[in-house]
C-alpha cells in the first residue's frame, strides 16, 4: 500500500508565504512525476505545479513567479515554495504522485488526504 502525506497548510495573510510537503511512502517500485493541484470551494480542482523526477517542472500560468516546486527524489518528497500569496489562492492544496507500486505493473495517479490554506487578512 502507498500514500501520500501533506503538511505545511493554514491560514497567512496576503503577501505571506507558506511552504507545502508531501512525502510518498509504502511499497513503491518508480515515481514518474509529483505534483500540486488545487480546489477553490465552487471550482474545478486545478493544476498548481508538477516536477518530474528528471526535474522537468510545470507551472500554472496564476502562480508562476510567486509559486516553486522542488523535489528531493531519495526522500520521495514534493515541496511547493509559495510567495507572494492572493486571497484567491485560497483553496485545499493536494498532492498528487504518477508511481507505480511494487508488485503491480503499471503506473497510476495516488492523491494525498488534501491541505488547507486559506490566505486573508
Known amino acids: 500500500q502507498v500514500q501520500l502525506v501533506e503538511s505545511g497548510g493554514g491560514l497567512v495573510q496576503p503577501g505571506g508565504s507558506l511552504r507545502l510537503s508531501c512525502a510518498a511512502s509504502g511499497s513503491i517500485a518508480s515515481i514518474n512525476y509529483m505534483g500540486w493541484y488545487r480546489q477553490a470551494p465552487g471550482k474545478q480542482r486545478e493544476l498548481v505545479a508538477t516536477?518530474?523526477?528528471?526535474?522537468?517542472?510545470n507551472t500554472a500560468g496564476s502562480v508562476k513567479g510567486r509559486f516553486t516546486i522542488a523535489a528531493d527524489n531519495a526522500k520521495k518528497t514534493v515541496y511547493l515554495q509559495m510567495n507572494s500569496l492572493k486571497p484567491e489562492d485560497t483553496a485545499v492544496y493536494y498532492c498528487?504522485?504518477?508511481?507505480?507500486?511494487?508488485?503491480?505493473?503499471?503506473?497510476?495517479?495516488?492523491w494525498g488526504q488534501g491541505t488547507q490554506v486559506t490566505v486573508s487578512s
Open positions: 516536477i518530474t523526477t528528471g526535474g522537468n517542472t
Open positions: 498528487k504522485a504518477y508511481m507505480r507500486p511494487r508488485g503491480l505493473g503499471k503506473f497510476d495517479d495516488y
